[in-house]
């Protein structure tokens, strides 16, 4: 018994355990190493951009803390420039033995006007009323009520208040610094108070450089918003909220040292990047925030550019490790069904050969995706050169064309199949080619998917046609081509792909009907379904009758979490959307998907603002284009839809 518990994995009597852990059928195996071996490179993806978003943290943190440092530094300098002020004033009138206070008053008007800061600056006797002033009428004021200045008279020559929601003479939100004059033998001669109006104070705060997107804050010991760089500060309810939702501000202004971290300030609707700095001397605090997304954002729009990248790539491969293995799992269920039918004494007839639906859809979605990004891309040579970089890595051929039928890019692939001449008039590596449609009749020029998309915008997706080499040989493929248009609607080029069906016309005699087709329409399936479920974009498959049959997890996520319950084209007028540019209303007829289904229209990248399940709106690029059979006839729509953020 101990040694059965301890057999060899590899042990015959065990690998039927082991073989029930992997997909049925040779096809659906093959699939799974594919994939396999392309998870690794997607965890290199996410570690490098977990490691990229960590750096970013940490290099906007210390910058909010430099930032920080410098402005408190410059408010502190601030500070100390007024208290040498008050020192030399209040010396001054201090030391006269029968002061004029006709000349106080004009000497603290002077004094007033030199300091925008100022709401009034005043000379306060040691019974604490008011004897001259810059504000001449509020001589005789009585100040004694007053916490700052009630304690410079018991003892202390220079302070400065909280956030005062009204300051005794101008009886606005303000800030008190006062300081107190004293004899020889330390007898209060007077104290000096300067009233200062707070929102005046943000050029003090604007001194220092500070990064993009970050505002700069000061605060009293009790947490309350002094200024604001840019201003944000309100109403005294509105400053005195500031502070009461940030532990980082408290835990600066209760230890006295400098802390920084991620907060949600109750005035902001977003985390933010923040850094306090205590101000020298004043037991104020001096703040630099920043929202979060502001520094990750150039991040975010890399990642969401490899990813798609992995995607496609991923998509592509998957794809053609489909094909691949039909031409090994096809042949063997053939014979094995003409084995079977010969021993019934059974005959059968070869069919034409023909796509199936799921692989047809499959194409016309990735071919949508590649023409929205390469309509995106900014013209330059670095994302030219990256986008042929990412065409070459591609199983099908691929070409883009100009307005004037000038070949931009082609793919090694679209090389080998088309050679390099946009109209096919070049040699291909088997020599010059000729197009036919599948029954053998040459296919007019005005009919070739590239030529009718340049001249007449006409969208052509998954036609069949037959290319014929001088050697004898020859191909059946399925052929797409999308017009790419300018912002004023005019054809600006075609994206065009080629997808070999057979890659030897000879062998559709040989292609027998008994292939298992519903296991092979099954694999497609989980392939599409796997591949949509992976998207980071929205993707939803709708029917002739317009019907979505399937919406994946993004598609969900960008409705608000639920998939829309549309039978058809008619329900789309219970949707509400809005064009973002302009903000007008959307009619039932102007979404995408219905455009696509009752007028053969491709769209691509138009931005509408949804009306989303959550009762929330949100801005998405969406595109669509028609399926169509293998008579032409539309048979569905692919809708696409995806944040607005565009790769770089």
């Not at 020298?280 to 550019?305: E, F, H, I, Q």
């Not at 995106?376 to 994302?383: F, M, N, P, V």
């Not at 027998?512 to 929205?538: H, K």
């Not at 973002?580 to 931005?607: F, H, I, M, Q, Y």
Request: aromatic share 6%; charged share 15%.
């Amino acid at each position: 018994m101990a040694r059965s518990e301890n057999r060899h994995p590899l042990d015959p009597s065990t690998r039927g355990r082991w073989r029930r852990l992997l997909p049925n059928g040779i096809r659906a195996r093959i699939l799974f190493v594919v994939l396999l071996a392309l998870i690794p490179l997607l965890v290199l993806l996410i570690g490098n951009s977990l490691a990229r978003l960590f750096m970013v943290d940490q290099t906007a943190l210390d910058e909010n803390q430099q930032a920080a440092r410098a402005a408190a530094a410059a408010f502190a300098a601030y500070v100390q420039d007024i208290r040498h002020q008050e020192v030399a004033i209040g010396t001054a009138i201090g030391i006269r033995n029968a002061p004029n206070w006709g000349w106080t008053d004009r000497l603290l008007a002077i004094d007033a006007r030199q300091n925008p800061s100022f709401y009034n600056i005043s000379w306060v006797l040691p019974a604490l009323h008011v004897q001259a002033s810059s504000a001449h009428a509020t001589v005789g004021t009585d100040e004694s009520g007053i916490a700052p200045i009630s304690r410079l008279r018991a003892g202390g020559t220079w302070t400065s208040s909280d956030l005062l929601p009204a300051v005794p003479i101008a009886k606005s939100i303000g800030l008190i610094m006062a300081y107190a004059v004293r004899g020889d033998g330390g007898q209060l001669l007077g104290i000096l108070v300067a009233e200062i109006n707070p929102d005046n104070l943000a050029n003090v705060l604007s001194r220092t450089p500070r990064p993009a997107g970050s505002i700069a804050a000061l605060f009293d010991h009790q947490g309350h918003l002094v200024v604001s760089n840019p201003p944000r500060q309100g109403a005294w309810e509105e400053r005195a909220a500031w502070g009461q939702s940030d532990p980082l501000l408290h835990r600066a202004l209760n230890s006295g040292s400098e802390t920084s971290g991620v907060v949600t300030p109750a005035t902001f609707d977003t985390a933010m990047y923040a850094a306090y700095t205590p101000v020298a001397k004043t037991g104020y605090v001096l703040g630099v925030l920043r929202p979060r997304t502001y520094a990750r954002a150039p991040v975010g729009r890399s990642v969401l550019g490899n990813l798609l990248l992995w995607l496609l790539i991923s998509g592509l491969v998957v794809l053609i490790a489909y094909r691949i293995s039909g031409t090994i799992v096809g042949p063997l269920g053939a014979l094995r069904e003409d084995v079977a039918r010969l021993g019934r004494q059974q005959t059968v007839s070869p069919p034409a050969e023909e796509a199936p639906a799921e692989l047809r859809a499959l194409q016309t979605a990735l071919v949508t995706v590649t023409a929205s990004l390469f309509q995106r891309i900014d013209g330059s040579e670095t994302q030219r050169d990256r986008l042929q970089t990412i065409i070459d890595q591609l199983p099908v051929g691929v070409r883009f064309v100009n307005a004037a039928g000038e070949l931009l890019l082609v793919n090694p692939v679209a090389r080998d199949m088309l050679g390099e001449d946009a109209l096919g008039m070049a040699s291909t590596p088997r020599g010059r080619y000729s197009l036919h449609c599948p029954d053998g009749s040459p296919l007019p020029l005005a009919e070739i998917p590239l030529v009718a998309a340049l001249h007449e915008g006409k969208v052509s997706h998954n036609s069949e046609i037959v290319i014929r080499y001088e050697d004898g040989t020859g191909l059946l493929a399925l052929d797409s081509a999308t017009p790419v248009r300018d912002a004023q609607g005019t054809v600006s080029g075609v994206v065009e792909a080629v997808v070999a069906v057979v890659s030897d016309v000879k062998a559709l005699q040989e292609i027998s009907a008994n292939t298992d087709l519903e296991q092979q329409l099954a694999t497609v399936r989980i392939q599409l379904d796997t591949l949509l479920e992976i998207l980071p974009v929205g993707v939803l498959l709708l029917n002739a009758q317009g019907q979505i049959l399937h919406a994946n997890a993004a598609g969900a996520r960008l409705w608000g979490g639920i998939i829309p319950e549309v039978h058809a084209l008619n329900d789309f007028r219970f949707f509400h959307g809005w064009w973002t540019r302009t903000g007008e209303p959307l009619r039932p007829d102007d979404w995408p998907p219905v455009r696509a289904l009752s007028k053969n229209e491709t769209v691509l990248n138009e931005a509408i603002t949804l009306n989303r399940f959550d009762g929330l709106r949100g801005n998405v690029l969406t595109s669509a284009a028609p399926l169509h059979n293998t008579q032409g006839a539309i048979c569905g729509a692919v809708w696409v839809i995806q944040d607005p953020i565009t790769p770089k």
